[in-house]
T-cell receptor
């Protein structure tokens, strides 16, 4: 079945460091890919998305490129801030009888001043 | 415009009881999906509804049921609560429940004692 694998956390970085969170997926067909962020005690917020191969999603300095050849959608940011501390979830959705999001297990990011 | 709203925000129940969680989608959205997020894990799909019809169901027991009303709001019901039902229950809405973005509410945190 479809699945999403994320690098395990926590990831601890100093402010202004470069961030990469790896995400790979297994799916038949052509899924759409998403990154959601969850701040402590809150629900999920959409961070960015890509709907087809080679698309680059971007938002708030975060970027991810849909790589079909490597089935990956790695999240990157050039300079993290303390306020970026949160849990990041990679997810996919594809055409099916139900359009359900399939999530990875999440990666906790902690940015220290 | 208001986002997805959920009620209540927190709930404490004992084993064997029944619970009803409520969700109001973003105005104009006709599809609602429910997810269960156990602490430390990614959300798991429970149900999707579109135009008051169940479109999909995840791997959850029959104790879990849901419905969608003519105004597109939705209820999730869980009977005979178990300790393992303790989780954050997330509602997401989308325009038509297809490949488009799902927007999440803040969730209802359920604790079963």
């Amino acid at each position: 079945g479809d699945s999403v694998t994320q690098m395990e956390g926590p990831v601890t970085l100093s402010e202004e460091a470069f961030l990469t969170i790896n995400c790979t997926y297994t799916a038949t067909g052509y899924p759409s890919l998403f990154w959601y962020v969850q701040y402590p005690g809150e629900g999920l917020q959409l961070l960015l998305k890509a709907t087809k191969a080679d698309d680059k999603g971007s938002n708030k300095g975060f970027e991810a490129t849909y790589r079909k050849e490597t089935t990956s959608f790695h999240l990157e940011k050039g300079s993290v801030q303390v306020s970026d501390s949160a849990v990041y979830f990679c997810a996919l959705i594809r055409m099916d009888s139900s359009y359900k999001l399939i999530f990875g297990s999440g990666t906790r990011l902690l940015v220290r001043p | 415009d208001a986002g997805v709203t959920q009620s209540p925000t927190h709930l404490i129940k004992t084993r064997g009881q029944h619970v009803t969680l409520r969700c109001s989608p973003i105005s104009g959205h006709k599809s609602v999906s429910w997810y269960q997020q156990v602490l430390g894990q990614g959300p798991q799909f429970i149900f999707q509804y579109y135009e008051k019809e169940e479109r999909g169901r995840g791997n959850f027991p029959d104790r879990f049921s849901a419905r969608q009303f003519p105004n597109y709001s939705s209820e999730l019901n869980v009977n005979a609560l178990l300790l393992g039902d303790s989780a954050l229950y997330l509602c997401a809405s989308s325009l038509q429940g297809g490949l488009e973005t799902q927007y999440f509410g803040p969730g209802t945190r359920l604790l079963v004692l």
